[in-house]
């Protein structure tokens, strides 16, 4: 495994498992796949209802808490400081730990302010190691980390070869902040990535799957990528990608395939606004 340093110096593995969609009855199972198989990052979320298969995994694995990164986020119902605060709470509570590796604000709607302090609160009590925010596009990633203390350390972003999220790095670097991508493989539409020709091309030069290459070409970026499958099968494959290098050609090669650089989603569009806000706030 390939480790990227935040801007605190915390020692983050550059691929991760991640457990969106995954049902809270079938995520021990998983992540107990996933660590046997590797994987030391997991990526849950409070509002994934799964944070107890998290915890319950990695406690019954002989894996020493310290060998492990868990990453979790304060969703839009807990927004606001002591909604956060009590929220952080039941996350370690629920992940069975005393303290978060990396602790996000999933969205950015509703007292992310408020999240914030709780969060930078928590930070310098120990209960968690490190700060982000997810789903920040550029504007609002910058007015946002203008303005509070503790610079996010993480904006994690639908980052993948058709959205490739060129025009937002500019700014994370001015704040220090490492990307991390949700959907490295497409999602669920998975399809026109670990299908892709393009990819599949490239890989087949160094024995590798296209959704291989789509996961190197973001490590190698310096992008944390954490993929999902159920399939142990494919856990292994998609973590199997540190033993080649992408050379320039095949980077410049995959750089055209960027579609809808920012991401498919709108985060600015009023009606999706409205109905997170409605449903969750
Ligand atoms: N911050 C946010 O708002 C946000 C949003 C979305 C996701 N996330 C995080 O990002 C993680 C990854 O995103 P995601 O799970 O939505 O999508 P993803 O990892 O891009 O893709 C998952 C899909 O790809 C399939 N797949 C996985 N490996 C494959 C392989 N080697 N060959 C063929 N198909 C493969 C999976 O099917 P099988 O399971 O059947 O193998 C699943 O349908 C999530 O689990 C979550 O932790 C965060």
Not at 109 to 126: H, L, P
Request: glycine letters at 8%; a negative charge; hydrophobic letters at 40%.
């Amino acid at each position: 495994m390939e480790y990227i340093k935040l801007s605190n110096g915390v020692q983050m593995p550059l691929l991760g498992y991640g457990v969106f969609l995954v049902s809270p009855d079938e995520c021990e199972r998983c992540v107990t796949d996933a660590l046997s198989v590797g994987y030391r990052l997991i990526d849950t979320a409070q509002a994934y209802q799964n944070e107890e298969g998290v915890g319950n995994a990695w406690r019954k694995s002989a894996i020493k808490r310290e060998d492990i990164f868990l990453t979790t986020k304060v969703w839009i119902s807990n927004a606001g400081e002591e909604r956060a605060a009590k929220s952080i709470d039941e996350s370690l509570r629920k992940l069975q730990t005393d303290y978060i590796d990396l602790l996000l604000i999933h969205q950015a709607y509703g007292d992310v302010f408020g999240s914030w302090r709780a969060m930078e609160k928590a930070y310098r009590d120990g209960k968690v190691r490190a700060i982000g925010v997810s789903n920040f596009q550029a504007g609002r990633f910058f007015d946002f980390s203008h303005y509070v203390n503790v610079k996010p350390m993480v904006n994690q972003l639908e980052c993948n070869t058709l959205s490739q999220q060129k025009g937002i790095e500019p700014t994370l670097n001015e704040f220090g902040t490492k990307m991390m991508a949700w959907y490295p493989l497409g999602g669920q539409g998975a399809d026109g990535i670990v299908k892709n020709d393009v990819l599949a091309d490239i890989g087949s030069k160094y024995g590798k799957t296209a959704a291989q290459v789509a996961l190197r070409w973001l490590t190698q970026r310096g992008i944390v990528a954490i993929p999902k499958s159920s399939h142990k099968e494919r856990m292994a494959q998609n973590i199997d990608i540190f033993d080649f290098t992408l050379t320039d050609m095949d980077m410049a090669q995959i750089a055209t395939m960027n579609q809808h650089d920012a991401g498919t989603r709108d985060f600015g569009d009023p009606q999706f606004v409205k109905y997170l806000i409605e449903t969750y706030g």
